[in-house]
């Protein structure tokens, strides 16, 4: 960082290098989303079967966060997220070629385990680079350039799926995976002063001491009650349900899919702003978000026929929120982490709503299968709606996590002499 306060002309290019690759990842993470129904024809599967796929790919996504967090606080960004990319680019070498649903599973390990160390290791690359009122920002813009990887799956991977085919698709996905990964490993690179601060603590202590604090605790809760409706639409479930449930084309699902992708990057930078300016107010605004997700999801389920088009682009629009407001879950884990530890620690907190998203797609999945006739390759309105509709558990688990370790987090600040005013003080204060 310069003397000024600025950043170098190179945190930009390790910032241009580091949205690269997470951009290419999402693309990698969410294009199975629009190929669910070649994958039933492909594999022979019903929902439980599709819902694997997905679970498999998130399961080892999540269960990947503390040890990729572990790895780069170790050794550095660089190395471990061009890893990162190559895994995953052999995860979708081995998914174009393969025609069993084993084969399919382990290809789609191969992308969750290498997607997970690419965005705890570009937020901590901002960290390190930029000056800390930016990061909050930067770290949104992050998020917001891989949610376009995510309209990249919407529409020209599904136009490619469509003209190509299946074996064709994946394998243009592997190597334009390896091409980013090229990049990454010319354009990543750490500060200077951060070159021989590489820490060595051992594996678990280096656990509890960055999920020790009730302030990163908080951050795992945020970000399980805020993407996991929106990451059980994109990965797997919106496109069957609008199809099928709510009887649109597949043309218009896809759209309503680039609806929820534009809110998600629209609402990001904002996100990130209210966060960089009222610190001990971003439960405010996770809160807020949680809460308008339930009521735009009742608000379709509280009907048996289906909704107009108009409702369910509102709807894109609530459940996109929801995936750059988790993002502020990694802004809890920098501030209140020590910064050797800050990876393990977002890493952590990146955990909590994919965990969210595989109860959430297990639940739909099974519930369909549960509530349908046998041997039934779709489902109606009514099934959609049951399924969904016991979303309502992990949401209200999530947020309980989330008042419940803000009450701990801020008796923590209390004792370091942080004092969060009340409502009333903090609108005094704006009015005086």
């Known amino acids: 960082m310069s ?16 949205v690269a690759a997470y951009f290419v990842a999402v693309v990698h993470r969410t294009a199975l989303g629009v190929a669910g129904p070649v994958a039933v024809d492909r594999f022979g599967i019903e929902a439980t079967g599709l819902a694997m796929l997905s679970v498999t790919q998130i399961g080892a996504y999540a269960l990947m966060q503390i040890p990729a967090g572990r790895l780069i606080d170790k050794l550095g960004p660089r190395a471990v997220m061009v890893t990162g990319l190559l895994v995953m680019s052999a995860g979708q070498l081995v998914l174009a070629h393969a025609h069993s649903l084993s084969l399919a599973i382990v290809a789609r390990v191969l992308i969750g385990a290498g997607d997970a160390p690419i965005f705890i290791g570009a937020s901590r690359l901002v960290s390190e680079w930029f000056p800390p009122r930016q990061v909050p920002v930067l770290v949104q813009v992050t998020g917001l350039i891989g949610q376009a990887g995510q309209l990249a799956s919407a529409i020209p991977v599904a136009a ?24 990454a490993g010319l354009g990543l690179r750490r500060p200077p002063a951060t070159q021989e601060e590489l ?26 009650v805020t993407p996991f409706m929106a990451n059980t639409v994109a990965l ?11 009887g649109v084309s597949a043309k218009q699902a896809s759209l309503l899919l680039s609806v929820l992708t534009v809110s998600a990057m629209a609402s990001g930078p904002i996100a990130g702003i209210f966060a960089a300016r009222h610190p001990l107010r971003r439960t405010w605004l996770v809160l807020g978000s949680a809460i308008t997700t339930a009521v735009a999801w009742a608000a379709v389920l509280a009907f048996d026929t289906p909704r107009p088009l108009w409702q369910l682009a509102l709807l894109m629009v609530a459940t996109g929120i929801g995936g750059p407001v988790s993002i502020v879950g990694i802004d809890f884990a920098r501030t209140f982490t020590e910064k050797d530890r800050l990876a393990t620690a977002s890493g952590f907190v990146n955990m909590g709503g994919f965990v969210a998203t595989i109860v959430a797609v297990l639940t739909v999945g099974l519930t369909l299968q549960a ?32 008042i419940h370790h803000r009450r701990l987090a801020r008796r923590d600040l209390e004792r370091d002499g942080i004092v969060v005013p009340t409502l009333r003080e903090a609108l005094q204060r704006v009015r005086g």
């Open 236 to 246: 797997l479930w919106g496109v069957p349900f609008l199809v099928d449930g709510q």
């Open 371 to 402: 509530v349908s006739p046998p041997g039934a390759a779709t489902y109606t309105l009514g099934e959609y709606r049951i399924a969904f509709s016991l979303l309502v558990v992990p949401w209200a688990v999530g947020l309980w996590g989330v």
């Open 199 to 224: 820490e060595r603590e051992r594996l678990w202590a280096a656990v509890r001491g960055a999920t020790g604090p009730a302030g990163t605790r908080l951050g795992f809760w945020v970000h399980f």
């Open 160 to 183: 490619l799926l469509h003209a190509a085919g299946w074996s064709a698709t994946f394998s243009i996905l592997a190597a334009a995976g390896v091409v980013v990964a090229v990049g």
């Open 3 to 18: 003397h000024d306060g600025r950043a170098p002309r190179v945190a930009w290019i390790v910032f241009v290098a580091a």
